[in-house]
């Protein structure tokens, strides 16, 4: 089983990923609390306005309370954007483990 989300043993923390945007790199924080994703903040992208901002909300909103990524969809109109979201979460949260 090659990256199936395991969710087991995400440690405390706040830690950092990157993933591929459209323009460049995202660098997000993720803090974990209680084994389960509590907050998610952009560090730094390059992404566009008015496209980036609502990837970001969904996707960090659909993320807090979760172990892991799946099942957490791409915004329509911002895919690109929000791969490069999932991508950092999903980096962060190998860091947790």
Not at 34 to 43: F, L, N, P, Q, T
Not at 47 to 55: F, M, N, V, Y
């Amino acid at each position: 089983m090659v990256g199936c989300g395991s969710s087991a043993g995400l440690k405390d923390g706040k830690y950092t990923g990157e993933g591929k945007g459209n323009n460049g790199p995202i660098v997000l924080s993720v803090t974990v609390k209680d084994g389960k994703i509590s907050e998610v903040v952009a560090d730094s992208e390059k992404e566009t306005d008015g496209i980036w901002e609502g990837a970001i909300q969904s996707i960090s909103k659909a993320a807090v309370g979760k172990k892991s990524t799946e099942g957490i969809d791409t915004v329509s109109g911002a895919t690109n954007s929000s791969k490069g979201i999932i991508e950092a979460i999903n980096a962060a949260l190998a860091k947790a483990k």
